[in-house]
């Protein structure tokens, strides 16, 4: 908001090709993000959760070689003063159930306008807390240290907040 650089999530969808290479990457803390993609035409989408307008830079053009500066600005159109974004059900690859690194998984809450991310992997108690300061989100986010506990017969059940316990197994 009036200029302040934030965390966004950016999407890259080719268009009129038969390039394959959609994907989505994360504007960390600096909010500043160096991605390479092959020559042609693309669309380019920022974002940032449900209080920021979108981005859409439709037919970005980049030929091979060349580097393309593209300045994006997002409107604050909501106000969430008073109001505090939790996601209490966070997975990361320390889970059975997920491949996403830990780090992205960080940069993306961020990047999506969350505030406090709960860490609920399966069977473990993670604190987020160092990798998020590690990425310089620390100002973004605010971790609860939780766990996602699997069970045959309730099926899961999270639970925050929790402190790690490194002698335990699970960390807890």
């Known amino acids: 908001e009036n200029g302040t650089r934030i965390p966004a999530r950016v999407l890259i969808e080719p268009t009129g090709t038969s390039n394959d290479d959609d994907r989505i990457a994360w504007v960390g803390a600096t909010g500043d993000a160096t991605l390479a993609v092959m020559p042609g035409s693309w669309r380019v989408s920022v974002s940032r959760g449900l209080e920021y307008d979108a ?8 030929t091979d070689g060349q580097t393309t500066t593209l300045p994006v600005t997002l409107d604050h159109v909501i106000d969430t003063a008073g109001w505090i974004s939790v996601d209490t059900h966070l997975h990361s690859e320390l889970s059975t159930d997920s491949t996403f690194p830990g780090d992205d998984r960080r940069r993306g809450v961020a990047a999506e306008g969350v505030e406090v991310p709960v ?3 399966h069977d473990i108690v993670v604190d987020y807390a160092p990798i998020i300061d590690e990425i310089g989100l620390g100002a973004w986010l605010a971790p609860l240290t939780g766990s996602e506990t699997s069970s045959l017969v309730w099926g899961h059940v999270n639970a925050f907040p929790l402190t790690v316990d490194a002698a335990r197994t699970g960390g807890g």
Request: hydrophobic share 55%.
């Open 119 to 121: 860490s609920t992997d």
């Open 55 to 62: 981005f859409v830079g439709t037919a970005v053009v980049i």
